[in-house]
């Protein structure tokens, strides 16, 4: 059997790149759940998009940051149920018609979040938890 001088050094070629390949395609598949859930810093992503058929419901949580400019409260709350929501810290938007002047770092608050038209939630009633 006469073969050609180059081939075993083609062969060798081609088993590097099947073993790259290997490589890259293995790195993809494992990295794949973790890109998937990058979003999972909790700050407001997510929950725009979280499945529920429910646009409300109420909850109780510890305010930890106000955002008087923005409208935005950073705070850790319990599960909310009606929404499928597990207990977690987030930022959340309030509406303009909560006042978040009488609220400081650490008040414990029951409130209501609502979905609005652009599929954001919302904070739309909030009171100190007594």
């Given at each position: 059997?006469?073969?050609?001088?180059?081939?075993?050094?083609?062969?060798?070629?081609?088993?590097?790149?099947?073993?790259?390949?290997?490589?890259?395609?293995?790195?993809?598949?494992?990295?794949?759940?973790?890109?998937?859930d990058s979003h999972s810093g909790h700050s407001m992503h997510g929950h725009g998009?979280?499945?529920?058929?429910?646009?409300?419901?109420?909850?109780?949580?510890?305010?930890?940051?106000?955002?008087?400019?923005?409208?935005?409260?950073?705070?850790?709350?319990?599960?909310?149920?009606?929404?499928?929501?597990?207990?977690?810290?987030?930022?959340?938007?309030?509406?303009?018609?909560?006042d978040l002047s009488g609220f400081k770092p650490n008040d414990k608050v029951n409130?209501?979040?609502?979905?609005?038209?652009?599929?954001?939630?919302?904070?739309?009633?909030?009171?100190?938890?007594?």
């Amino acid at each position: 059997m006469n073969t050609h001088p180059d081939c075993p050094k083609r062969i060798s070629s081609m088993n590097k790149v099947i073993k790259l390949i290997s490589i890259v395609v293995a790195g993809v598949i494992i990295a794949a759940p973790v890109i998937g859930d990058s979003h999972s810093g909790h700050s407001m992503h997510g929950h725009g998009e979280m499945t529920s058929s429910a646009n409300h419901g109420m909850g109780k949580g510890v305010l930890h940051k106000i955002d008087m400019e923005n409208k935005i409260v950073n705070l850790t709350h319990q599960p909310i149920p009606e929404l499928n929501w597990m207990g977690m810290t987030m930022d959340l938007p309030v509406t303009r018609r909560v006042d978040l002047s009488g609220f400081k770092p650490n008040d414990k608050v029951n409130f209501t979040v609502k979905k609005g038209r652009d599929k954001q939630f919302r904070i739309t009633v909030m009171e100190l938890d007594k």
